[in-house]
């Protein structure tokens, strides 16, 4: 057994060679230093009772290190010390399923277990694990979506899904709903906001949950689904998806946003429904519309909001107020 350390230092590099292509000072960190710390083996074989039996004996030792050894206090961080357990990576697949990297999985382990030192595992570790079941997953993870999808349907009474791909057999949208999402529609299904804005996913797909209100104010979920872009096309068949698995009630009022694909989807699959579309969107262009002076005047916005968010105005009433707003500012 040698010391790792023990390689003779290379000959320093000229600076011309720093230069070339294939110099990479972050990866040509010297290690070795020459130590001489050694061990040697010998296998013999000794006869007792006419038996030969093995033994090693040492033929050689050197004990002088000429560097600093590894203090001991520092043995759990070294490369043969350091193993993740059982325990540890489960944690780091919990935590890439909610999307939460490595580095964070490490910090919330050390608070976990009081202190890094009671770890046993670096930050590396923790990386390589990562990345291994990024590696792992590869091209299957759409597969193991639906995969875990038909799963709940199995295992759950009333969950439905539905998916489609396209040309390349890629995923391109997905829709689901489970039985506290189908009560919920058949109890408060008659007003429907479809939110299709929510694109901050690693896959850029579009994330479009159907939402209502119920008796107390609360916000209730109808649906969820998944779509690669916003057009005609994915929303049609997501709307259709949506109607069949409500029993093709349609709701009174279907909420938007200003998306101009969702002006042809909406009529041509809610026949009955009236295509509202959502204040929250119309507000959030307001400093676009009016300009970022205006929107900030503090006596404009308590006035707008004063008129548009007002139940109790009768139609007349609004046309007047908000003549006056746009006669003053």
């Known amino acids: 057994f040698r010391d ?8 320093p590099v000229e600076e ?118 990024k590696c ?6 759409a597969q193991m979506f639906i995969n875990q999808l038909q799963q709940l349907s199995e295992t759950r009474e009333g969950f439905y899904y539905a998916f489609d791909v396209d040309a390349d057999q890629c995923l391109c949208r997905v829709f689901w709903a489970d039985a506290e999402a189908r009560r919920n529609y058949s109890l408060y299904g008659e007003v429907v906001t479809f939110d299709p804005t929510y694109s901050t996913n690693r896959y850029n797909m579009i994330f479009s949950p159907f939402t209502g209100v119920d008796h107390h104010k609360k916000s209730v979920t109808f649906g969820a689904s998944l779509m690669s872009r916003e057009n005609d096309l994915n929303f049609n068949w997501i709307f259709e998806k949506f109607l069949d698995v409500m029993g093709g009630k349609e709701p009174h009022c279907f909420f938007t946003d200003q998306c101009p694909a969702m002006k042809i989807a909406v009529p041509a699959v809610f026949k009955t429904a009236a295509h ?15 300009g970022p002076t205006v929107a900030k005047e503090i006596d404009f916005v308590t006035r707008l909001n004063s008129v ?3 139940c109790d105005l009768e139609p007349s009433d609004f046309e007047e107020r908000w003549s006056g707003l746009i006669s003053e500012f």
């Open 4 to 11: 790792s350390k023990q390689a003779v230092l290379p000959p």
């Open 136 to 141: 792992f997953i590869g091209q299957q993870d």
């Open 308 to 310: 548009v968010w007002d």
């Open 276 to 290: 509202q579309l959502c204040m929250w969107h119309i507000m959030q262009k307001l400093p676009e519309k009016v």
């Open 16 to 133: 011309d060679e720093k230069k070339g292509k294939g110099y990479d000072p972050k990866k040509t960190k010297i290690t070795r230093i020459g130590c001489k710390a050694k061990i040697y083996f010998k296998l013999i074989f000794k006869t007792i009772e006419k038996v030969q039996v093995p033994f090693f004996v040492v033929s050689l030792f050197h004990a002088s290190h000429n560097h600093l050894l590894y203090p001991l206090k520092y043995k759990e961080f070294q490369k043969k010390s350091r193993k993740l357990t059982l325990h540890q990576k489960q944690k780091i697949v919990d935590h890439c399923k909610i999307n939460i990297g490595p580095t964070t999985s490490f910090r919330a382990y050390k608070e976990y277990v009081n202190g890094y030192q009671n770890i046993g595992a670096s930050l590396t570790d923790f990386k390589n694990f990562g990345r291994e079941i």
